[in-house]
């Protein structure tokens, strides 16, 4: 998400036809009970067949865009009513159909047309009550969106009052205090109002093992990362407080035995957002989702937004 302005935060919402529960639009809901927003939702259409062929079937190809069209706004009304998004917070064309061949590609056009904060997806339907599984289109989008991704876990339970606290995490100690994410994540957390918790994981590998050498290695390699971490954490602290010294911070740092029990080791809220930050990949500086991070998300029970790199 952007850095507030005077406009409401807005929202396109990635809308499957069949996409049950649709965990993208209560995350939409969810943001419109912590702060103004407008939404917009897409339904794509993949075309199985090519171009060429639109020309051969004339006059029947334009009826039937439009009866999906019509169709598809009836269920983007009706899904944004059903989560009660008031219509006030709907956007004046607040249901788009687009086919096209790529179906993250007609969502990357969506967004830039919409001037979109944020592309709200779902979680792959085969994913675990309340935890994430990325879809393949999911997958595009993180590696190729220049705009904010969230996803939201399926079937996860969220604030009645919105967002109560913005979470930002470093994985694997990549510290940086003028990360622009992390800059965004503070002041998107002021504008709303609520406090920022800053975040460190990481898994710290210790399995079980015969060899009492290799577990005292793993217990000090923890340590000293868990030092290390505090201390950076603190630059980070202090350089957001000088920014903005009305906004509440806290910090921790999370280790487990792997990403799962990183994650656990902390307390969650249903009113959390987690964001992270992402690298450019390439002269095109697109998102680019690492190993870390992909291990990450599926041990993560709220939603996330993963912001790209911005072009300097």
């Not at 999911?138 to 590696?143: N, Q, R, T, V």
Request: with cysteine; glycine share 6%; aromatic share 8%.
């Amino acid at each position: 998400m952007t850095e507030p302005d005077d406009r409401p935060t807005r929202v396109l919402i990635a809308l499957r036809p069949d996409a049950q529960p649709r965990d993208a639009v209560e995350f939409a809901a969810w943001l419109g009970r912590t702060a103004p927003v407008t939404v917009r939702a897409v339904t794509t259409f993949v075309r199985p067949w090519p171009a060429t062929s639109l020309k051969k079937m004339g006059g029947k190809y334009g009826k039937w865009f439009s009866r999906e069209a019509k169709a598809a706004r009836r269920r983007v009304e009706q899904a944004l009513s059903e989560a009660g998004i008031p219509e006030e917070m709907w956007d004046d064309k607040v249901a788009v159909f687009a086919d096209g061949p790529s179906e993250h590609a007609l969502i990357t056009a969506a967004a830039e047309d919409f001037d979109a904060d944020v592309i709200a997806l779902d979680s792959d339907a085969t994913a675990p009550k309340g935890r994430f599984s990325v879809s393949s289109t999911a997958d595009a989008l993180l590696h190729s969106s220049p705009r904010p991704v969230c996803l939201s876990p399926r079937k996860v339970k969220l604030s009645k009052k919105g967002v109560r606290r913005v979470n930002f995490a470093f994985l694997e100690g990549e510290f940086d205090p003028e990360d622009p994410a992390l800059l965004r994540s503070a002041v998107r957390a002021r504008a709303w109002g609520v406090p920022l918790r800053v975040l460190a994981f990481s898994p710290t590998g210790i399995s079980d093992t015969p060899l009492e050498d290799s577990l005292d290695l793993s217990r000090e390699l923890s340590a000293d990362w868990r030092e290390h971490s505090l201390a950076m954490l603190d630059r980070v602290r202090d350089r957001i407080a000088e920014a903005m010294p009305d906004l509440e911070l806290e910090s921790s740092v999370a280790t487990g035995n792997g990403w799962g029990g990183a994650v656990d080791a902390l307390k969650w809220k249903k009113g959390d957002l987690l964001c992270l930050a992402s690298n450019p990949q390439g002269p095109f500086e697109r998102v680019f989702v690492g190993s870390a991070t992909s291990a990450f998300l599926p041990h993560v029970g709220v939603p996330v937004v993963i912001f790209p790199m911005r072009r300097s």
